[in-house]
């Protein structure tokens, strides 16, 4: 639509010319448009990164899960074949 207003804003006649408060007024309202458009696109970049985050965010805690569970595990197994001497105060 702004780019159909323009043919009349720049027209090549004077008599297809719109009055200068009208051609303000067009340019303001083109502005506002564009303006909102751009927080809508910033707004949907942004939800799109925020679910980038929490995808990343779950794969580290699913990592950690692991690699804590398997460290907590491998201690005990370590520390069950580990056996205490019969008498450990004899030099």
């Known amino acids: ?24 007024a067009i340019e303001a309202v083109s502005y506002i448009a564009e303006a909102l458009q751009a927080e809508k696109d910033f707004e949907a970049l942004r939800e799109d990164w925020q ?28 520390a069950s074949t580990s056996h205490t001497p019969t008498d450990p105060f004899k030099p």
């Not at 639509?1 to 303000?24: C, Q």
């Open 1 to 24: 639509m702004v780019t159909d207003m323009r043919k009349f804003i720049d027209g090549p006649s004077s008599y297809l010319t719109l009055p200068d408060d009208l051609k303000s």
């Open 51 to 78: 679910y980038v985050a929490m995808v990343v965010d779950r794969m580290f805690l699913w990592i950690f899960v692991v690699f804590t569970s398997l460290g907590t595990l491998g201690m005990f197994v370590d």
